[in-house]
């Protein structure tokens, strides 16, 4: 029975130096609303027989985003490899935002987190619609499912 969907997420734990408690409490987030629902079907996995559900492994490498596709069982079905040159902008004004959102609900007023807030969701929808693009023809998956996996790229690039 087809099950296109991410049953399992790892991040490269050593490309992460650093973590704060917001942005442990992102990631940890993304993570749950992701295994809980999402649409992820990699297309040659797919056309190859198995048609999921599958386990995600994600790392940067040298500018490389690597998602590393795997069956439940754990057996190794494809890599995708996507460079990370038109996130570089997103990723940064994410963490700028994100910083200012942060800062804000411990001192500002619910008019001025709300304002911070639509800032931040506008460049992460932004971001998603860039990975949208970037999985075209190799993933099939849906707006919800990239928004959070945009979230885990920006945790993997954090540097203290």
């Not at 890599?79 to 804000?104: K, M, N, V």
């Not at 970037?134 to 945009?150: C, G, I, P, Y």
Request: hydrophobic fraction near 40%; proline fraction near 2%; glycine fraction near 6%.
């Amino acid at each position: 029975m087809a099950d296109p969907r991410i049953i399992h997420i790892d991040l490269d734990e050593t490309t992460i130096l650093w973590r704060n408690a917001d942005i442990e409490q992102e990631r940890r987030i993304a993570i749950f609303d992701l295994i809980e629902e999402n649409l992820f079907k990699p297309l040659r996995a797919w056309e190859a027989g198995y048609q999921g559900p599958y386990r995600l492994s994600l790392s940067v490498d040298d500018g490389r985003l690597i998602l590393g596709v795997s069956s439940e069982e754990g057996a190794e079905l494809e890599t995708l490899i996507l460079g990370l040159g038109r996130f570089r902008r997103p990723i940064r004004e994410y963490f700028a935002i994100c910083d200012s959102y942060y800062q804000a609900i411990r001192k500002a007023t619910a008019a001025e987190i709300e304002t911070i807030d639509m800032a931040r969701r506008g460049v992460h929808n932004e971001a998603a619609e860039i990975l949208l693009e970037r999985l075209e023809s190799k993933v099939e998956t849906d707006f919800a499912t990239a928004r959070r996996l945009f979230t885990l790229i920006c945790v993997l690039h954090i540097r203290g």
